[in-house]
């Protein structure tokens, strides 16, 4: 009792930061067959090069080792000319030797800035940084890097990395870990009077407006079909961008279609130096092109509306949930973001999370929607003062749910301008609804209402009636008890200090309990070197839950996150998971690792860490982050 009150002290202080370590080592053997198949591009960091490029950096390569010769030479003539001891013969022989060296260095020098300056101007041409910087070899840092922001310093983006069949009316959208300037990505109109990027002139029934994209700040553009010769700037693609209030997600919606209905297209999306933070500096440091990656484009327009999959917490007649606890809705599909993204305060009512009360009103609790999970999953978390439920084992303040109560979720599906119109411009009816660009309801990226169904989803016959038929909705029930059990980490793929790993191996971690997704943003994957990092993003899934998992009390799911990476892991690299403390799950408790299964059953308070598997009573970040 006494160690438990001091570890929950230590916790309680908010300042330490659990880390829970992997390390693993991809297979170089396996690494080697990947790169001659699929990985090859990317393992080359030569992206979508062509063949002159290629050409290119194999002339580097052969002129580099020339200069080594070339250096052998003058040292043999400097060798002959000590040891000549007077020999006029000999010296005469070193003369010509060095002589001959240091022209040939010359030439190869020559030959190696012509070299350099072919592959500048061919890097502006493709757009690819083929240069890289860094040290080692030729090109395989600049690769890498241009895709390590994703995880670091950009949380999301949709598509994702090399997604196929992405449909003709797609938006593009990107969301930051930080809030950032929206005047460095797109030209503000000069009548506007509302705050950045919330559409203007939107009273008396008129579609809102949107701000225009800098096309040469973010670059969308083909790089297949018939504009592909074309230069960036005339093929970049024009449009409108609104963003969500927090100003980290926006949405980047193309003024015409995507692609072509005769063949795919593959597009590219490139991210300048030139996009700043909310404080007005530069959002990727000193980095020139600090991201981009790459997306097919199908021939079909998308006039499927999205579905439900799942919810948290489950419906249930005879199970209480707890009162401390945030509320999900999944999706089988990417929905767009502002349209399910905002602050019950603010007057935001696309989605309710509220309590039942007599004569079939709801009486909705304060608190925010969230967008996350890529674009697939609704969290609602909320934030009444009056709810206030004292502070979590890591110090942090939460809100609860009334409790007890009957509680009702809503998910509104979008007014429909034609119901069962399959005509993309006649989909959705836009009302003058500022806050989420006329938006009055749950939407798919391409802008089909949700096909909610109603409760127990009668209506979900995959037709977009618009509501109330679509709305979807769902009943539990709160008790007046709070979830205070710690989530444990049940198991990881690949396992502690695991070697010979897929460089295409996605890790996957295991939790006892549903976990709260936006938290999951503090997950780091440190590589070492660090120069071999791969960007990537985070996918949850959820599974049925064991009956001897004492958290089954309350819910029937556990979930895991998959670290999905788009560019392979370097061969002979170690990498390392890393969650901190800050992670939390659905009932806002902190993950505490050195309590868990995963071989860290220490609770002594002065080793809060779990590093590998070991208690610890420092970080464990590796060496190299
Ligand atoms: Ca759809
Ligand atoms: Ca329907």
Redesign the pocket.
């Known amino acids: 009792m006494n160690s438990m009150h001091r570890l929950r002290s230590v916790l309680s202080t908010g300042l330490l930061v659990v880390g829970l370590v992997f390390l693993f080592l991809p297979d170089p053997t396996l690494a080697q067959i990947d790169t001659q198949l699929t990985g090859f591009q990317e393992a080359t960091g030569l992206g979508n090069t062509d063949i002159r490029v290629t050409i290119a950096n194999i002339v580097r390569v052969i002129l580099g080792f020339l200069g080594i010769i070339a250096i052998l030479l003058v040292l043999y003539g400097g060798f002959l000319w000590m040891t000549a001891a007077g020999n006029e013969d000999q010296i005469g022989k070193a003369k010509k030797v060095l002589i001959n060296a240091g022209i040939g260095l010359l030439i190869i020098m020559s030959a190696f800035a012509i070299t350099q300056f072919v592959l500048t101007k061919l890097q502006e041409a493709t757009g690819t940084d083929l240069l890289g910087g860094g040290v080692g070899s030729a090109g395989a840092g600049g690769g890498f890097r241009s895709s390590a922001a994703l995880g670091t310093t950009i949380e999301s983006h949709y598509p994702e990395r090399n997604e196929k069949n992405v449909p003709r009316n797609a938006p593009i959208v990107i969301t930051f870990k930080i809030a950032v300037d929206p005047a460095s990505i797109m030209t503000l109109a000069k009548d506007k009077t509302t705050a950045l990027g919330t559409p203007q002139d939107a009273g008396a029934g008129l579609p809102p407006k949107y701000d225009d994209l800098k096309t040469d700040v973010i670059r969308i553009y083909p790089v297949t079909g018939a504009l592909k010769d074309k230069k960036i700037e005339e093929k970049s693609v024009a449009a409108f961008v609104s963003m969500t209030p927090d100003q980290k997600t926006f949405m980047f919606e193309p003024v015409v279609l995507l692609g072509s209905s005769a063949e795919q297209t593959e597009y590219r999306v490139e991210l300048s130096g030139a996009i700043m933070n909310s404080k007005g500096k530069p959002l990727f440091g000193n980095t020139k092109n600090p991201y981009d990656w790459n997306f097919t484009v199908s021939t079909l327009v998308d006039n499927t509306?999205p579905k439900v999959t799942g919810a948290f917490p489950a419906m249930s007649t005879t199970k209480d949930t707890p009162r401390n606890i945030a509320v999900m809705i999944n999706f089988n599909e990417p929905i767009f973001p502002i349209a399910a993204s905002g602050k019950v305060a603010d007057g935001f009512n696309n989605l309710v999370v509220g309590e039942v009360q007599g004569g079939n009103t709801i009486k909705p609790t304060l608190g925010t929607f969230r967008i996350t999970n890529n674009y697939r999953t609704i969290e609602f978390q909320a934030d009444d003062a009056s709810n206030s439920c004292g502070k979590n084992t890591c110090g942090k303040e939460i809100y609860c749910l009334p409790g007890p109560a009957q509680m009702q979720v809503l998910a509104r599906?979008a007014e429909l301008k034609s119901p069962g119109s399959t005509d993309p411009a006649a989909k959705i009816n836009l009302l003058a609804s500022p806050a989420t660009l006329g938006l009055t309801g749950v939407v798919d990226m391409a802008k089909n209402s949700l096909?909610?169904?109603g409760l127990n989803a009668a209506?979900?016959?995959?037709?977009?009636?618009g509501p109330t038929?679509?709305n979807f909705y769902f009943l539990f029930r709160t008790s007046g008890e709070k979830d205070v059990i710690i989530p444990r980490i049940l198991s990881a793929d690949p396992g502690i200090l695991k070697d010979g790993v897929a460089v295409d191996a996605q890790p996957k971690i295991q939790f006892s309990k549903p976990m709260l997704y936006s938290t999951f943003s503090d997950v780091m994957l440190y590589a070492d070197p660090v120069s071999n990092g791969v960007g990537f993003s985070k996918n949850f899934t959820e599974s049925a839950m064991g009956e001897d998992n004492p958290a089954s009390k309350f819910y029937d799911t556990q979930s895991a996150v998959t670290l999905y990476h788009g560019t392979a892991f370097a061969p002979e690299a170690k990498y390392s998971p890393h969650l901190p403390s800050t992670i939390m799950d659905a009932a806002y408790n902190c993950m505490y690792p050195a309590v868990d299964t995963m071989g860290c059953k220490d609770t002594d308070a002065s080793k809060p860490w779990c590093c590998n598997g070991n208690a610890s009573a420092s970080a464990c970040i590796p060496s190299g982050s």
């Open positions: 509306p599906a096909d909610g169904g209506n979900a016959d995959g037709k977009a009636q038929a679509d």
